[in-house]
């Protein structure tokens, strides 16, 4: 990677991976691309290079999921984005880092205009979150990350923006040892836990939690949507 740099915020370090640029790169534009629970961002980097090379400056936001709310990750992602040269900065955001984007734009509004794309994210609450925060085991396994907004009481999307909202239906994940997750489901988030009042567009496709961030399908429909605002029925 040709940019590696560090940004430090009340505590909390975001790791900034800038990747080279590409020869049809989208003028004046990045996408800012965020990790969910319990991962490390180096699992975004295949997304972040298909994206990449569809045109787009991509950035992978690195945040403290288990060791920060979401709340405190929204303030460090504002800072983040404070360095960024671009004039439209889009979010592409899988599981918990759809509730950091939507805590971003909700506690500092005025951000630069852009899409948003939220791959499985429980915006409306996750049941296996709910269950397990029952459990010392499980308060210990998700930390600071069980907050209000993975327990249903996190931010409202604020408008203002395109968004598009992408959802599995591969049940095989942390679900299997939940019971009661309601289906379809892609393993770990429920279908009906990703819908947001007031997106844009959405869309179901075959693939398991991890899938979102791993699949070929996935990203074309990520790209189709940061490029036109909508989802393509079509794309295979």
């Known amino acids: 990677m040709d940019d590696h740099a560090f940004v430090k915020d009340n505590g909390l370090l975001a ?3 800038e990747q080279t640029r590409h020869p049809a790169d989208k003028c004046g ?3 800012v691309v965020l990790h969910g629970l319990w991962m490390p961002a180096a699992a975004m980097s295949v997304l972040a290079r298909r994206v990449r090379r569809a045109g787009w400056t991509t950035h992978v936001f690195s945040y403290a999921s288990r060791h920060a709310t979401t ?3 929204a303030a460090a992602l504002g800072v983040f984005l404070r360095d960024l040269n671009a004039e439209r900065i889009h979010f592409v955001a899988h599981s918990l880092g759809g509730l950091v984007v939507i ?8 951000q630069r205009p852009g899409r948003v794309v939220l791959l499985g994210t429980p915006y409306l609450g996750s ?10 085991w499980g308060r210990w396994w998700c930390g600071m990350g069980l907050d209000a907004a993975l327990l249903g009481d996190g931010p409202r999307w ?9 959802a599995g239906t591969k049940p095989f994940g942390a679900g299997w040892i939940v019971p009661g997750l309601p289906k379809p489901n892609d393993g770990t988030v429920a279908a009906a836990e990703t819908v947001v009042a007031g997106a844009t567009d959405s869309i179901t496709l075959p693939v398991t939690h991890a899938g979102l961030v791993y699949s070929a399908k996935v990203a074309r429909q990520v790209v189709q949507f940061l490029s036109t605002g909508r989802f393509s029925r079509q794309v295979s």
């Open 71 to 73: 709340r405190a990750n």
């Open 158 to 166: 604020p408008g203002g923006r395109e968004l598009g909202v992408i």
């Open 103 to 110: 805590q971003l734009l909700r506690d500092f509004p005025g």
């Open 15 to 17: 790791d900034k991976h």
């Open 127 to 136: 049941h296996v979150a709910r269950r397990i925060s029952r459990h010392l």
């Open 29 to 31: 534009e990045a996408v």
